[in-house]
């Protein structure tokens, strides 16, 4: 199967500098809890994504793609990482990994190591951009309801200087709603001196509301 587009393994040493740097995408990784029962476990989690996160990026969707990738660059894993892996994980593999590790921690631990790509490039975080969007295929209308359809939506902040979205949650819109959403996200970040460009609704006086520190300035 021919590999969809550029595929980060050519060229992986930004995943593979001294443990001691802040940038270690592979050190982050090892710092996640372990989800999965210690019982026929053959491949480290930290491994499995590391391999899914680089199959994302190369364009592959699926867990049934990401063993394909697996399999297609398994040498290149062996030689980048100094392993001896004699074979791959399957799609199965990949799909009960995705079930039981720890999402919202994987996303912080992701969040922390893109903004150290910041800090490494001494560049500032001074603009931030708030985006929503309805996930494609998420509508329901749950048994019980007023019949109102129900999306599951994603909030996502995106620094324009950096060209990168550093950080983003979701959340069903029969529970929660976008302000919270914004709320949360701003909560996990330093804002003294950023700016945050957002759409109208957020510019409600109960954004505001909060008797924290009002940091953050909304456009």
Not at 85 to 99: A, I, K, M, N, V
Request: with cysteine.
């Amino acid at each position: 199967m021919p590999c969809r587009g550029c595929c980060p393994l050519l060229d992986c040493s930004f995943l593979l500098s001294k443990p001691a740097s802040p940038s270690d995408l592979i050190g982050f990784l090892q710092s996640l809890p372990e989800g999965r029962k210690r019982r026929g476990v053959r491949y480290p989690q930290w491994l499995l994504l590391l391999m899914a996160i680089l199959g994302i990026l190369s364009g592959y969707r699926s867990a049934r793609d990401l063993e394909r990738f697996a399999r297609r660059h398994r040498e290149a894993f062996n030689a980048a990482l100094g392993l001896e892996l004699r074979g791959t994980p399957t799609d199965s593999t990949f799909l009960y990994l995705l079930e039981r590790v720890d999402l919202q921690s994987m996303f912080a631990m992701l969040r922390q190591w893109m903004l150290a790509q910041i800090a490494e490039q001494d560049r500032e975080l001074d603009q931030l951009i708030c985006d929503g969007k309805t996930l494609r295929g998420s509508a329901s209308q749950p048994e019980g309801s007023d019949g109102a359809t129900r999306f599951v939506t994603q909030v996502t902040l995106y620094a324009r200087d950096l060209g990168v979205a550093i950080a983003q949650t979701s959340y069903d819109t029969g529970d929660s709603h976008e302000r919270a959403a914004l709320k949360e996200l701003l909560s996990t970040l330093d804002l003294n001196g950023v700016l945050i460009q957002a759409d109208a609704l957020h510019t409600s006086p109960s954004f505001f509301s909060s008797q924290q520190n009002r940091g953050p300035t909304c456009s």
